[in-house]
Protein backbone atom coordinates (compact mmCIF):
# COMPACT_ATOMS: atom_id res chain seq x y z
CA UNK A 1 0.00 0.00 0.00
CA UNK A 2 2.72 2.55 1.07
CA UNK A 3 4.23 1.80 -2.40
CA UNK A 4 1.15 2.52 -4.30
CA UNK A 5 0.74 5.45 -2.80
CA UNK A 6 4.19 6.61 -3.33
CA UNK A 7 3.90 5.73 -7.11
CA UNK A 8 0.79 7.63 -7.11
CA UNK A 9 2.31 11.01 -5.79
CA UNK A 10 5.29 10.71 -7.84
CA UNK A 11 2.87 10.69 -10.95
CA UNK A 12 0.75 13.16 -9.54
CA UNK A 13 4.11 15.54 -8.92
CA UNK A 14 4.98 14.68 -12.65
CA UNK A 15 2.09 16.17 -13.92
CA UNK A 16 1.80 18.88 -11.85
CA UNK A 17 5.34 19.47 -13.46
CA UNK A 18 4.60 18.94 -16.81
CA UNK A 19 1.76 21.03 -16.82
CA UNK A 20 3.51 23.95 -15.05
CA UNK A 21 6.15 23.89 -18.12
CA UNK A 22 3.86 25.82 -20.22
CA UNK A 23 3.47 28.60 -18.04
CA UNK A 24 6.26 31.49 -18.52
CA UNK A 25 9.15 32.52 -16.32
CA UNK A 26 8.52 34.43 -12.97
CA UNK A 27 4.62 33.74 -13.78
CA UNK A 28 2.18 36.43 -12.76
CA UNK A 29 2.18 35.45 -9.04
CA UNK A 30 6.02 35.51 -8.24
CA UNK A 31 9.65 37.16 -9.96
CA UNK A 32 12.08 35.25 -11.09
CA UNK A 33 14.97 33.81 -8.47
CA UNK A 34 18.70 34.50 -9.70
CA UNK A 35 21.69 31.94 -9.29
CA UNK A 36 24.05 34.80 -8.55
CA UNK A 37 22.54 36.48 -5.43
CA UNK A 38 19.19 36.18 -2.64
CA UNK A 39 15.76 36.90 -3.92
CA UNK A 40 12.47 37.68 -2.50
CA UNK A 41 9.95 35.32 -4.62
CA UNK A 42 5.98 35.97 -3.92
CA UNK A 43 3.26 33.87 -4.97
CA UNK A 44 0.22 36.12 -4.06
CA UNK A 45 -0.26 34.31 -1.18
CA UNK A 46 2.92 34.12 0.74
CA UNK A 47 6.53 35.33 0.18
CA UNK A 48 9.91 33.50 0.90
CA UNK A 49 13.84 34.42 -0.03
CA UNK A 50 15.45 32.17 -2.94
CA UNK A 51 19.34 31.87 -2.33
CA UNK A 52 21.99 31.79 -4.81
CA UNK A 53 22.20 28.87 -6.17
CA UNK A 54 18.88 27.96 -6.14
CA UNK A 55 15.38 28.86 -8.42
CA UNK A 56 11.84 29.01 -7.91
CA UNK A 57 9.28 27.43 -10.14
CA UNK A 58 5.61 28.47 -9.93
CA UNK A 59 3.32 24.90 -9.25
CA UNK A 60 0.63 24.20 -12.06
CA UNK A 61 -3.17 24.45 -10.54
CA UNK A 62 -4.02 21.38 -12.04
CA UNK A 63 -7.45 22.26 -10.66
CA UNK A 64 -8.20 25.10 -12.51
CA UNK A 65 -10.45 26.00 -14.96
CA UNK A 66 -8.44 28.22 -16.86
CA UNK A 67 -5.24 27.22 -18.85
CA UNK A 68 -1.80 27.86 -17.47
CA UNK A 69 -3.25 28.89 -13.89
CA UNK A 70 -0.55 28.76 -10.82
CA UNK A 71 -1.62 27.90 -7.38
CA UNK A 72 -0.51 30.69 -5.00
CA UNK A 73 -0.57 28.27 -2.25
CA UNK A 74 2.26 26.37 -3.36
CA UNK A 75 6.16 26.86 -4.88
CA UNK A 76 8.72 24.98 -5.92
CA UNK A 77 12.55 25.76 -4.93
CA UNK A 78 15.24 24.09 -6.31
CA UNK A 79 19.14 23.64 -5.27
CA UNK A 80 21.16 24.24 -8.81
CA UNK A 81 18.15 23.99 -10.86
CA UNK A 82 17.56 25.63 -14.45
CA UNK A 83 14.55 23.84 -15.44
CA UNK A 84 11.23 22.26 -13.82
CA UNK A 85 13.12 19.18 -14.64
CA UNK A 86 15.62 19.57 -12.53
CA UNK A 87 12.97 18.47 -9.93
CA UNK A 88 13.25 14.87 -10.62
CA UNK A 89 17.39 15.35 -10.22
CA UNK A 90 18.35 17.91 -8.05
CA UNK A 91 16.94 18.45 -4.24
CA UNK A 92 14.59 20.75 -4.06
CA UNK A 93 11.94 21.98 -1.53
CA UNK A 94 8.17 22.07 -1.80
CA UNK A 95 6.33 24.92 0.83
CA UNK A 96 2.75 24.54 0.99
CA UNK A 97 0.80 27.66 2.93
CA UNK A 98 -2.82 27.32 4.54
CA UNK A 99 -3.73 30.53 5.68
CA UNK A 100 -6.62 31.87 7.97
CA UNK A 101 -9.33 29.40 7.59
CA UNK A 102 -7.31 26.71 6.16
CA UNK A 103 -6.57 23.80 7.89
CA UNK A 104 -2.95 21.84 7.48
CA UNK A 105 -3.32 17.95 7.40
CA UNK A 106 0.08 16.89 8.76
CA UNK A 107 1.54 13.35 7.04
CA UNK A 108 2.02 10.48 8.77
CA UNK A 109 5.20 8.45 9.73
CA UNK A 110 2.91 5.28 9.08
CA UNK A 111 2.12 6.33 5.35
CA UNK A 112 6.29 5.98 4.78
CA UNK A 113 9.19 3.50 4.87
CA UNK A 114 11.94 4.21 7.28
CA UNK A 115 10.58 7.43 8.64
CA UNK A 116 12.32 9.14 11.90
CA UNK A 117 11.32 11.98 13.61
CA UNK A 118 14.07 15.18 13.26
CA UNK A 119 14.91 17.66 16.18
CA UNK A 120 12.52 20.74 15.87
CA UNK A 121 13.78 23.43 13.62
CA UNK A 122 13.57 26.67 14.56
CA UNK A 123 14.15 29.32 11.21
CA UNK A 124 12.71 32.73 11.56
CA UNK A 125 9.58 33.19 13.05
CA UNK A 126 8.50 29.45 12.84
CA UNK A 127 9.77 26.16 14.89
CA UNK A 128 9.37 23.65 12.26
CA UNK A 129 8.38 19.60 13.13
CA UNK A 130 8.53 16.69 11.45
CA UNK A 131 10.71 13.62 10.04
CA UNK A 132 12.67 11.76 7.50
CA UNK A 133 11.26 9.15 5.44
CA UNK A 134 12.30 6.98 2.41
CA UNK A 135 10.19 7.68 -0.83
CA UNK A 136 10.87 6.14 -3.85
CA UNK A 137 14.32 5.28 -2.80
CA UNK A 138 14.70 8.99 -2.02
CA UNK A 139 14.66 10.61 1.42
CA UNK A 140 12.16 13.27 1.98
CA UNK A 141 12.03 15.19 5.08
CA UNK A 142 8.35 16.47 6.07
CA UNK A 143 7.98 19.63 8.07
CA UNK A 144 5.28 22.06 9.20
CA UNK A 145 4.75 24.67 11.38
CA UNK A 146 1.26 25.06 12.48
CA UNK A 147 1.61 28.37 14.64
CA UNK A 148 -0.83 31.03 14.39
CA UNK A 149 -3.03 31.27 11.86
CA UNK A 150 -0.64 30.96 8.83
CA UNK A 151 0.59 27.50 8.73
CA UNK A 152 3.27 25.56 6.21
CA UNK A 153 4.12 22.57 5.06
CA UNK A 154 7.56 21.83 3.71
CA UNK A 155 8.45 18.55 1.75
CA UNK A 156 12.08 18.44 1.30
CA UNK A 157 13.39 16.26 -1.40
CA UNK A 158 16.97 15.73 -0.06
CA UNK A 159 18.46 13.43 -2.42
CA UNK A 160 18.41 13.32 -6.14
CA UNK A 161 20.36 11.68 -8.50
CA UNK A 162 22.79 14.56 -9.34
CA UNK A 163 23.78 15.56 -6.02
CA UNK A 164 21.98 15.76 -1.91
CA UNK A 165 21.67 18.26 0.39
CA UNK A 166 20.92 18.04 4.55
CA UNK A 167 18.43 19.78 6.56
CA UNK A 168 21.46 21.41 8.09
CA UNK A 169 22.21 23.34 4.45
CA UNK A 170 22.50 26.79 5.12
CA UNK A 171 20.58 27.78 1.72
CA UNK A 172 17.55 25.45 3.15
CA UNK A 173 17.29 26.95 6.33
CA UNK A 174 17.92 30.31 4.96
CA UNK A 175 14.83 29.50 2.56
CA UNK A 176 12.72 28.06 5.85
CA UNK A 177 13.81 31.12 7.90
CA UNK A 178 12.40 33.45 5.01
CA UNK A 179 8.84 32.15 4.68
CA UNK A 180 5.98 34.83 5.25
CA UNK A 181 2.69 35.29 4.65
Not at 34 to 40: F, G, I, L, Q, R
Not at 128 to 134: K, S, Y
Request: proline share 4%; hydrophobic share 40%; glycine share 8%.
Amino acid sequence: MKKLLSIVLAMLMAVCVFSACGSKDGAEGGEKASAAKDETYSTGAFSVTVPGGWKAFPVADVFAEEENAIKDTCLQICKGGQNEFDLFSKPYIQIDYYGPGSSLMTPSKDWYDEAEDIAPITAGNYTWTGFTAEVLDNTVAFLWTAEGEHQYQASVYLDAADESITIDDEGFLKILGSVNP
